[in-house]
């Protein structure tokens, strides 16, 4: 099968399983304030950052809010400042392209996945590339810190989930998670579940601590690629994208679909999507018309329409305290693009629940 559904892979010596996507803010998936209509986001472009020499395939912006990492086909990962633009420490290590990246929870350590079948762990600070994780058989295509950031998951076209112990750099447990490439793989809040999802058409939870799987979510109707997976801030609901053009919001406890997201472009590429909960309770998603969604959580409405990418918008996170959201798309851009709304421009800030 073709490395590239999430991002798409590329056919030359940079390597890249093209697919991926998504980070949050903290916060809580849930209804803007009762009783007060929630305003329309206006979110407007504030930088264009450039610099990656080939496609990038993710952007994550670090939990203390002070830099943005963006991670490319070029095999590297750059750091900038979100409010300046300003360039910081240029990560290399990685022998063929990068798809996905994660911060620890302190921001001071970035875990990447990379084409190369390894998980680099990088010493933000300086720039250093402290430890190589070796184990995957195929390209790693997604990897997630634990919020306790002594452990990090990674999921695989070789079809598995691993989970690595930081400190020693050992892989500490191995599931036969999937019967397909794994697209996205998460923790929730408290670091006791793992999401993955697949090109098998499956979305499974874990226990981070036995490894059991505690429940599989299928859209019966419709068995097509999972693109893309992610809890909420609160940790009470799963967002899910597949490859038929559509985001959903899952209840992982009860496997019900609550709300379907629909009007972006989205059957080809592992497009990763985000939680908006500084001002207003949005969904964010990138698209293959070159645009950056964003959606009324609860309604379900689109509610901006983000454009001036050229390529893909492959890739989207929110900033955990500022209203600023970052892009990045594929080949025919290469650019990582800021987008920023003011305060009064959306609905007050959601509650952390």
Not at 49 to 78: M, N, Q, Y
Not at 183 to 212: E, M, P
Request: net charge neutral.
């Amino acid at each position: 099968m073709e490395p590239a559904g999430k991002r798409a892979k590329t056919d030359d010596g940079g390597g890249q399983s093209s697919m991926k996507g998504v980070s949050s803010g903290g916060g809580a998936a849930g209804g803007a304030a009762e009783g007060k209509k929630a305003l329309n986001p206006n979110y407007q472009p504030s930088l264009i950052l450039r610099g990656h020499e080939r496609a990038v395939s993710t952007v994550k912006f670090s939990p203390d809010g002070k830099w943005l990492a963006s991670a490319s086909a070029d095999r590297t990962i750059r750091l900038w400042s979100p409010n300046t633009g300003e360039a910081g420490h240029i990560l290399r290590g990685h022998a063929l392209g990068i798809s996905d990246i994660s911060w620890s929870h302190d921001s001071q350590y970035l875990c990447s996945g990379s084409d190369d079948k390894c998980i680099n762990i990088w010493d933000v600070a300086n720039g250093t590339k402290l430890k190589t994780l070796k184990g995957h058989t195929n390209y790693v295509f997604c990897v997630n810190f634990s919020p306790a950031s002594n452990t990090i998951v990674s999921g695989s076209f070789d079809e598995s989930v691993r989970i690595w112990d930081v400190k020693t750099g050992r892989c500490i447990r191995t599931l036969p998670a999937h019967s397909d490439p794994v697209s996205a793989v998460h923790f929730n809040r408290d670091g006791t579940l793992i999401a993955s999802a697949s090109y098998d058409g499956l979305i499974r939870i874990w226990d981070a601590q036995s490894g059991q799987c505690l429940k599989t979510l299928i859209d019966s109707e419709n068995n097509r690629p999972v693109s893309f997976v992610k809890f909420s801030p609160n940790s009470k609901f799963i967002l899910a994208g597949t490859l038929d053009n559509t985001l959903r919001l899952w209840n992982h406890e009860t496997g019900k679909c609550l709300k379907t997201y629909r009007g972006h472009k989205n059957d080809k590429y592992c497009i990763f999507a985000a939680f908006s909960v500084t001002g207003g309770k949005w969904i964010v998603s990138g698209s293959e018309d070159n645009s950056v969604y964003l959606w009324d959580l609860q309604s379900k409405e689109i509610v901006q329409r983000l454009e001036g990418h050229t390529d893909v918008a492959i890739a989207v996170d929110c900033h955990p305290t500022q209203n600023l959201i970052a892009s990045a798309s594929l080949e025919g851009d290469r650019s990582v693009r800021l987008w920023r709304a003011s305060p009064s421009s959306s609905s007050s800030a959601a509650d952390n629940e």
